[in-house]
């Protein structure tokens, strides 16, 4: 290891704006389900497409519609 090193010419890491927040959800059975077979066909880990998915939501500005019965 150096004793010192140089970072005059870093750059700023490019994914800092793109952080991630760990939080506990309950999520139905056959919601999480449903992404780990789209995981098995895809090869995308289902948490990551759960995540593509909301995020999905959050660009088209996506509004849930409810209808109590």
């Known amino acids: 290891m150096k004793e010192e ?3 005059t010419n870093a750059r700023k890491n490019p994914y800092t704006g793109k952080l991630k927040q760990q939080i506990t959800i309950n999520i139905d ?3 999480v389900a ?3 077979s789209m995981s098995e ?3 995308i880990p ?3 497409l759960i995540n593509l998915y909301l995020a999905d939501c959050v660009k088209n500005n ?4 409810l ?3």
């Open 46 to 48: 289902y948490q990551m």
């Open 29 to 31: 059975t056959e919601t």
């Open 34 to 36: 449903y992404f780990k």
């Open 41 to 43: 066909n895809s090869g």
């Open 5 to 7: 090193y140089d970072f």
């Open 62 to 65: 996506k509004q849930l519609s």
């Open 67 to 69: 209808a109590w019965k």
